[in-house]
C-alpha cells in the first residue's frame, strides 16, 4: 500500500464530528474580513458579476434569479479556435431586444400608427437591416409593417388607445434577433490556453443549448436554479459549490471544498433547492423548539399547539434549552461498564 | 449527570376542563393590594398564587419564597373571546367545514383516500413492530400527515356546496385581528365556538389536526388562566411605592372590563353597549397574548412605553428562548485583561493569583485518594479546599474553625472544592466565537499580576490583541468535561484549521522578522551571541562553528528542527531545502514560519506529531524573539523617505496613466469605444479606466521594489511577510491612489452638477476629478486629495459596519440550518433526524482539518 493511502487512513473523519457546524463556521467566520469588492480586474467576467459577501448570501438564500446572471458557452470543434465561426454563434445567442434599436417612437393615436426611428449604429453594431428587423417584428407580432430608409411604420388597425400602446409596449419588447434571455454575449479568449469560447449577461441555457455547434457538455452558468431545471439536482449541487468555491477563491479566503460541498448538499437533499434561512432548511426542521428558537418564535409556538405536534428532542437547539447534552460529537456516545467488572473494582 | 430526561414534548391547547383543574383560585378583584400593603384575596397577587416576598407563606402550598412553585389562578369571562394568536387557524377552519353539519368540504372519496394515508400507524402496529420502531414510524409519519393535512386545507376553501348535506356555504370573511363576518353580519365568539366543536374528531384528524391535545373549539375562551405571580413579580421601589409587572397590569384590565360587562348584562343595558363591552373586553385579552398584534392599537403604560405581554416576553434576540434558554449562564468562571508573556508555553495561560485562589476544581473523594484529600483539607494556605459537598448534598464553607471538625468527618464520596493549581487543564476563550478555536483549552500557570496571559504565538485563532482585550476563562467541572479539555480542545491539536487545514497558531509579526534575519545567508554570530540567544530558547547546544570561529545563522536554526526533517519547496524569496534536519538553501518567511500554507509546520505536525510541533514553535518564538530583540529593527519616517529617483518615476508612472486615461475618453467621445459585455458605452469608460488606474499603482510597487533599498526596515518586513505590505509603502512614499465609494465606484456625487467639488467642471471623468489621489502621506496630501481621502475613509468605516451586521446574520442562519449534520460510523453525512445529507462525507472521508496533510503526503508518495 503506498504511503498516502496508509496516511489517508488516519485522515479520515471522526464519528460523530459535527461537520456543519464546521461548515457554518468556516464559511461564516471569514464573512467579516470579506474586502469591499474593489477595484479588481481579473477579467472581464469577473467585472461585472457580483462577488463577495452579497454573493455568498445570495447563494445560500436560493435567490430565484442571481443578480448578474453569466452564461459560459463553450463551442464544439474547430469554432473554439476560430473566432470569426465563434462570432457566428455568438450572433445567434446574442438577445437583442427591440428597445434597444429603438432611437425614438412616436404612436399616432388618430391614424392608429405607430413610426419607429432605429437606431443606425446599433443596427450597424448588430449585423442587422432595418428590413430585417420590420420583418421579424411582422412575424412574431403578427403586425402589419412596412419600412422606409431607417423608419418602420406599423399599422395597428385600430383607434383604440389602449391598443396601440400595448401594441407599443410589446414591440419594444419583442426580441429580434438571438435567444431571449441570453443577454449581450461576447466571445472570449481565454489567454492562457487561447480558447475562444462565449460569455452572454443572461441565463436562459435552456435556449442556449438549442444552438448548434456549442459544446453542450460544457454548457455553464452561475444561475443554479437554471441549472437544476436543465440538467437536474446533481448538477445544481455541484453548480452551488463551485459557485461559492469561486466566489471565496475571489476574495482571496481559502475555506476547504468539504465544507462548501457539505452547504450545497444540505441546501439540495431534498431533490430542490432550499435556503439557508427560514424559509428553507430552518424553517422546515422537525423540532418545534428549534424553529421557534430560531425566527418567528409565536408562529412556530401557535402552529405547534393547533395541530398537537410533538418535538421528539433529537437536534441540538432543544437539548440546549431544555439542559440536556447535545446528541452530536461526545455527546452522542456512551460509557458503560459490566456490573461483573465494577466489583471488582475494590479500594485496597 | 441527568437526573430526569426530557424524551419528549407535546404541544397542545389548554382546555377549560384543564384550566379549571390547574387553577388553584378563581379571581373575581381588579386590584392586587388594599390600603394597608396587603394582598387581596381573590385579586391578581392572592397569595394562594405563591407567594415572591421572602417570610411569607403560600397559601396553597405551604412554601415559602424559594421553593415555592407558584399555582395558576383563572378568571372566568362573562362572554367568550377568541385567542387572537390563533384566528388563522381559526378562520381555516370555519372555511374548510359544512356551516351547516360541521362536516368537512371533501367527498366522501376524498376523505377515503385521506384516510387511507393517514392509517399507517394502525397497519404498523398489526404487524407487530417494537413498539420503538413504531415511535420511529410516527415520529415521521406525524411530519407527513401534518403536511397533507395543511395542503389540504387550502384546497378545500373554494368548495362551495357541502357534499354531505348539500348546503349552500357563504363566503366567511376574516379581518384582522378577530373579527369573522357572513356577509354584513359579524360572527360573535359563542357562534364560533359552536361551530368549531361541531367539527368531529376524525376530520380533524384528516386536516393534521390531533384533537385529543387541540379541539379547536378550545381556541375560545371562557376561562382566561392567570399565570402566578412568580412569573409576574412586582418590584418595590426604594420610596416603597409598588411596580407592578406588565402582565399584571394587563390582567387588571381584563378584570375591569369582565366587572363593567356582567354588571352592564346584570342590569340589562341595551345590546349595544354590552357588545360594545365584549368588544373592549376582547381587545384586552388579545393585548395580552400579544401587544404588537397588527390591527389593534398597542397597550400602553402612562409612560407612553409599549406593554411587554406574553408573546413579547418570547420573541426576538432579547427574548426568552433566545436569551435564555438557548443562552445559558455559567459559574467557575474568569474574565480579565489579556497580556503577552513570551515565556509561556503555547498551550498555557498565566492565571492571576486572585483568580486561581477564587476558582476551584471538584475533587472527588474516593476511598484511593484519601489521604491526598485529608492533605488537602488539611491546609491552611493556597491550594486548599474552599468548600465541601458531603454525600447528602450538604454544601459547606471551610474556614478555619470547621476544618479540623470536616477532616475528622471526611469520606469517600465528599466532593472537594479545590483552588486552581498549576496544571489544569480549563478552557480560555475571546469574545466573538466565531469558529471552534475560539475556545481552546490552556494548562494554568498561576502567575503575579492581574492579566491573564498567553504566548504571542495563539494570538491568531482568538483574533486577540493586547490593546486592552479581555478574555474569559472556564474550569470544567466534571471529569467528562476535563478529559474532553484536554483530549480535543488543547491547544496542541489546533495548530491547523479545521477551515482549510492550514496553520493558524504561528509565530507572527517580529517573531518572523527575526527569523529572517537570522536565515539571511550573511548571518554570522559569535560564540557569546550564539550562546546568548541560544540560551533564551532553552537550547543547550552549540552547532559546528565555521573557520573563523563564528557561527552561521542557519546552522543555529537548524537546531530547533526535528532530526531527520527534509523539506524542499519554493518560496516567494526562491528555494527552500532543508536536508536531514538541516536548513541548507533559503531564508525563512512568512511563507514557512508564518500563518498559511506553511509546509515546514504542516511536515513537523504530520511527521513527528502534535508534540513536537508545539515544541519547535515555542523553542523557535523564544529564540525568534532573542534574535531580533539583539540584531533590533527600526521602522521611522527615514524609510520612507524618498529621493530624486523615485519622484521621477512616480510622476512619470502618473504622466503616463492619465495620457492612457485621456486617450480612451478621447476615443469614448469620439465614439470609437469599444463596449464590455453588460455594460453600457459610458459604463465601459468608467470601468477601463478603473482598470487603468489600478494597474497604475501595481506598477507603483515594482517601481519601489527597483528603487528602495533591500536594507530598508520596512521593504524587509513586508519582504518576510511580518508587518506590512508593498501597497502600504506605496501610500507612504508614492500615492495614494483611487478612494472607492460605498459601491466600490469611483467618487462622483456631491454637487447636483454630478461633480464632488466645486472646482472640478461638471462632466470631468479624468482620476483627479473623481477621487485619485496623486500625493502620499510622506509629502502630504493636497488639499483636493485630502478631501477625496477622507470621503473614502468615511464609505470604509461606514461599510465595515454594514459588513460586519450582514455577515453575522449570515453566519447565524448557516449555523441555524447546519448545526444538525454529523458523521455517522459509516462515514455518511446525517441530520439528528436521521435524514442522509452526504453518502460519504466530503466525497472521500477525509477530515478539513487534514486535507493539507493529505496533500503533502500525496506529494511525498510521488
Redesign the interface.
Known amino acids: 500500500m ?3 493511502q496508509q ?2 487512513r ?23 474580513q ?1 474586502i ?6 481579473a477579467g ?2 469577473s ?2 458579476a457580483t462577488s463577495g ?1 452579497p454573493r ?2 445570495e447563494l ?1 438564500d436560493a435567490k430565484k434569479k442571481p443578480t ?1 446572471p453569466l452564461s459560459t458557452v463553450y463551442l464544439e470543434g474547430a469554432a473554439s479556435k476560430d473566432i470569426e465561426q465563434a462570432e457566428k454563434i455568438a450572433k445567434k445567442i446574442n438577445e437583442v431586444r427591440m428597445d434597444s434599436l429603438i432611437r425614438r417612437s412616436v404612436e399616432n393615436f388618430s391614424k392608429g400608427t405607430i413610426k419607429i426611428l432605429l437606431s443606425k ?1 446599433e443596427l450597424e453594431s448588430e449585423g442587422l437591416t432595418p428590413g430585417q428587423v420590420s420583418d421579424k417584428l411582422a412575424k412574431l407580432l403578427k403586425l402589419d409593417t412596412s419600412v422606409e430608409k431607417n423608419v418602420i411604420t406599423v399599422k395597428v388597425h385600430t383607434k383604440n388607445l389602449k391598443d396601440i400602446r400595448l401594441t407599443m409596449v410589446k414591440i419594444s419588447k419583442a426580441v429580434i434577433n438571438g435567444i431571449e434571455g441570453a ?2 454575449a ?1 466571445v472570449q479568449t481565454n489567454p492562457k490556453t487561447g480558447e475562444i469560447y462565449i ?3 443572461g441565463s436562459n441555457i435552456e435556449g442556449i443549448i438549442t444552438v448548434s455547434g456549442i459544446d453542450k457538455s460544457r454548457l455553464y452558468t452561475n444561475d443554479v436554479f437554471a441549472i437544476n431545471r436543465l440538467f437536474g439536482i446533481e448538477a445544481a449541487r455541484n453548480a452551488l459549490a463551485r459557485e461559492l468555491q469561486a466566489t471565496l477563491d475571489e476574495q482571496k479566503i ?6 462548501l ?3 450545497a ?2 441546501m439540495t ?1 431534498t431533490g430542490t433547492i432550499k435556503g ?2 427560514r424559509h ?3 424553517g422546515e ?2 423540532s ?3 424553529r ?3 425566527e418567528e ?2 408562529k412556530h ?17 432543544e437539548n ?6 447535545i ?4 455527546g ?1 456516545v456512551k460509557l458503560a461498564i459490566k456490573k461483573e467488572d465494577m466489583a471488582k473494582i475494590k ?2 | 449527570m ?1 437526573a430526569e ?9 389548554v382546555s377549560p376542563e384543564v384550566v379549571k383543574k390547574l387553577s388553584v383560585v378563581k379571581l373575581n378583584v381588579p386590584d392586587t393590594y388594599n390600603e394597608d400593603g396587603y394582598p387581596i384575596d381573590g385579586g391578581l397577587l392572592d397569595q394562594r398564587l405563591g407567594v415572591i416576598d421572602p417570610g411569607l407563606i403560600c397559601k396553597t402550598c405551604g412554601a415559602r419564597a424559594k421553593t415555592c412553585p407558584g399555582h395558576f389562578g383563572h378568571i372566568e369571562l362573562v362572554r367568550p373571546v377568541i385567542h387572537s ?2 384566528s388563522k ?1 381559526v378562520y381555516m377552519l370555519l372555511q374548510s367545514t359544512c356551516s351547516a353539519c360541521h362536516r368537512i368540504l371533501l367527498g366522501n372519496e376524498d376523505v377515503q383516500s385521506l384516510r387511507e394515508k393517514s392509517k399507517g400507524i394502525v397497519a404498523l402496529e398489526a404487524e407487530e413492530l417494537s413498539s420503538e420502531e413504531i415511535a420511529e414510524h410516527k ?1 415521521g409519519e ?2 407527513q400527515k ?1 403536511h397533507a ?2 395542503s389540504l386545507l387550502k384546497k378545500v376553501r373554494s368548495i362551495k356546496k357541502c357534499p354531505h348535506c348539500s348546503a349552500i356555504q357563504n363566503k366567511i370573511k376574516f379581518s384582522s385581528p378577530t373579527y369573522f363576518y357572513i356577509g354584513d353580519r359579524k360572527l360573535k365568539p359563542d357562534e364560533i365556538r359552536d361551530a368549531l366543536a361541531g367539527i368531529s374528531n376524525d376530520d380533524l384528524r384528516i386536516l ?7 379541539r ?1 373549539e378550545w ?1 375560545v375562551l371562557d376561562a382566561l388562566l392567570v399565570p402566578p405571580v412568580n412569573v409576574r413579580p412586582s418590584i418595590t421601589l426604594e420610596s416603597g411605592e409598588r411596580s407592578e409587572d406588565d402582565l399584571t397590569h394587563k390582567l387588571v384590565d381584563i378584570m375591569r372590563i369582565n366587572q363593567r360587562l356582567a354588571q352592564n348584562i346584570n342590569a340589562g343595558a341595551p345590546q349595544i353597549i354590552i357588545d360594545d363591552l365584549w368588544e373592549l373586553l376582547q381587545y384586552h385579552v388579545t393585548a395580552y397574548f ?1 401587544n404588537e398584534t397588527s390591527g389593534i392599537p398597542p397597550a400602553r403604560h402612562r409612560s407612553g412605553r409599549a406593554l411587554k405581554t406574553i ?1 413579547q416576553r ?3 434576540k432579547e ?1 426568552r ?2 436569551y435564555n ?2 443562552g ?1 449562564r455559567v459559574n467557575y468562571s474568569a474574565r480579565t485583561v489579556i497580556s503577552v508573556d513570551p515565556y509561556l508555553d503555547i498551550d498555557e495561560v498565566g492565571v492571576p493569583f486572585e483568580i486561581a485562589s477564587k476558582l476551584t476544581v471538584p475533587f472527588y473523594v ?3 485518594n484519601l489521604e491526598k484529600a485529608r492533605e488537602l483539607l488539611a491546609r491552611t494556605e493556597y491550594p486548599t479546599i474552599l468548600n465541601l459537598t458531603s454525600t447528602d448534598g450538604k454544601r459547606k464553607r471551610i474556614i478555619d474553625a470547621n476544618r479540623e471538625e470536616l477532616l475528622k468527618e471526611l469520606k ?1 464520596g465528599d466532593i472537594l472544592e479545590r483552588q486552581l493549581v498549576n496544571g489544569d487543564m480549563v478552557l480560555f476563550n475571546r469574545q466573538p466565537s ?3 478555536v475560539s475556545i481552546m483549552a490552556h494548562r494554568v500557570r498561576v502567575l503575579p499580576g492581574k492579566t491573564f496571559r498567553i504566548n504571542f504565538c495563539v494570538t491568531p485563532p482568538y483574533n486577540a490583541d493586547f490593546d486592552g482585550d479581555e478574555m474569559n476563562l472556564h474550569v470544567p467541572q466534571t471529569l ?1 468535561a476535563q478529559a ?1 479539555a484536554k483530549y ?1 480542545l488543547e491547544v496542541k491539536y489546533q495548530v491547523f484549521s ?5 496553520a493558524i497558531i504561528t509565530n507572527n509579526e517580529d517573531g518572523i522578522t527575526g527569523m529572517y534575519f537570522l536565515t539571511q545567508d550573511d548571518t554570522r554570530l559569535t560564540k557569546e551571541e550564539a550562546t546568548y540567544i541560544l540560551g533564551i530558547a532553552g537550547i543547550y547546544e552549540l552547532p559546528a562553528p565555521t573557520k573563523d570561529g563564528t557561527y552561521k545563522g542557519k546552522d543555529i536554526f537548524s537546531l530547533l528542527l526535528p532530526k531527520g526533517l527534509s523539506l524542499d519547496i519554493k518560496t516567494s524569496l526562491g528555494p527552500l531545502r532543508i536536508v536531514d534536519g538541516k536548513l541548507i538553501e533559503g531564508v525563512i518567511t512568512k511563507d514557512t514560519y508564518g500563518k498559511g ?1 506553511n509546509k515546514l509546520l504542516l511536515k513537523i505536525g ?1 511527521d513527528y506529531g502534535e508534540d513536537a510541533l508545539k515544541d519547535f514553535l515555542f523553542t523557535s518564538s523564544k529564540l525568534s524573539d532573542a534574535y531580533v530583540t539583539f540584531s533590533g529593527i527600526t521602522v521611522g519616517v527615514k524609510e520612507y523617505m524618498t529621493d530624486n529617483a523615485i519622484e521621477k518615476a512616480r510622476q512619470e508612472l502618473l504622466e503616463a496613466t492619465f495620457k492612457q486615461v485621456d486617450d480612451k475618453i478621447q476615443q469614448y467621445k469620439a ?1 470609437k469605444l469599444e463596449s ?4 453600457t458605452k459610458r459604463a465601459s469608460l468608467e ?1 477601463m479606466i ?2 487603468d ?3 497604475a499603482r501595481e506598477k507603483a510597487g515594482e517601481v519601489l521594489i527597483k528603487h528602495v533599498s533591500s536594507k530598508n526596515s520596512a521593504m524587509q518586513m513586508a519582504r518576510a511577510g511580518s508587518r506590512g505590505s508593498i501597497f502600504q509603502y506605496e501610500q507612504m512614499s508614492m500615492f495614494l491612489g ?1 478612494q ?1 465609494t ?1 459601491s ?1 465606484g469611483r467618487i462622483k456625487r456631491g454637487y447636483y452638477t454630478k461633480r464632488v467639488l466645486p472646482h472640478i467642471n461638471p462632466g470631468d471623468v479624468r482620476p483627479s476629478a473623481r477621487g485619485f489621489v496623486r500625493t502620499n502621506y510622506y509629502t502630504g496630501l493636497s488639499p483636493i486629495d485630502i478631501f477625496m481621502h477622507a470621503v473614502g475613509s468615511r464609505g ?1 468605516e461606514v ?1 465595515k459596519a454594514l ?2 451586521a ?3 446574520y ?2 447565524r ?13 459509516d ?1 455518511s ?1 446525517r ?3 436521521n ?4 453518502t460519504i ?3 472521500d ?4 482539518i ?2 493539507q ?2 496533500k503533502l ?2 506529494k ?2 510521488k
Open positions: 503506498a504511503k498516502s496516511k489517508a488516519d485522515f479520515t473523519v471522526q464519528y460523530s464530528e459535527p461537520v456543519g457546524i464546521l461548515a457554518a463556521q468556516s464559511v461564516g467566520e471569514p464573512g467579516t470579506m469591499l469588492r474593489s477595484f479588481h480586474f472581464i467576467e467585472a461585472i459577501l455568498i448570501v445560500v448578474t449604429q443577454g449581450k461576447v460569455v452572454s449577461a481559502s475555506v476547504d471544498f468539504r465544507h460541498l457539505l452547504i448538499d444540505a437533499s439557508v434561512g428553507g432548511i430552518s426542521k422537525n418545534v423548539f428549534a421557534a428558537a430560531y418564535t409565536v409556538l401557535i402552529n405547534a399547539a393547533s395541530f398537537g405536534e410533538t418535538d421528539h428532542m433529537r437536534g441540538v437547539t440546549i434549552l431544555v439542559g440536556k447534552q446528541p452530536i460529537g461526545t452522542s479500594p485496597k | 441527568q430526561v426530557i424524551d419528549n414534548v407535546k404541544f397542545g391547547i394568536e390563533f387557524i415520529a406525524t411530519d401534518k393535512g395543511r393534521g389536526i390531533d384533537p385529543d391535545v387541540s379547536p381556541l400579544n408573546a418570547l420573541k426576538g427574548g428562548f433566545r434558554l438557548s445559558k474516593t476511598a484511593w469517600a466565531l469558529h471552534r467528562e474532553e480535543l479545521p477551515r482549510d487545514g492550514e500554507n504530520m465614439r464590455l459585455i453588460g455594460y470601468r478603473i482598470v488606474l489600478n494597474i483611487q472607492a460605498l466600490g470604509s461599510y459588513l460586519t450582514r455577515s453575522g449570515l453566519y442562519r448557516l449555523s441555524n440550518a447546519l448545526q444538525d449534520l454529523y458523521v455517522e460510523s462515514l453525512v441530520d439528528t433526524g435524514n442522509l445529507i452526504q462525507y466530503g466525497g472521508g477525509i477530515s478539513s487534514n486535507t496533510f493529505m503526503a500525496a511525498a508518495d
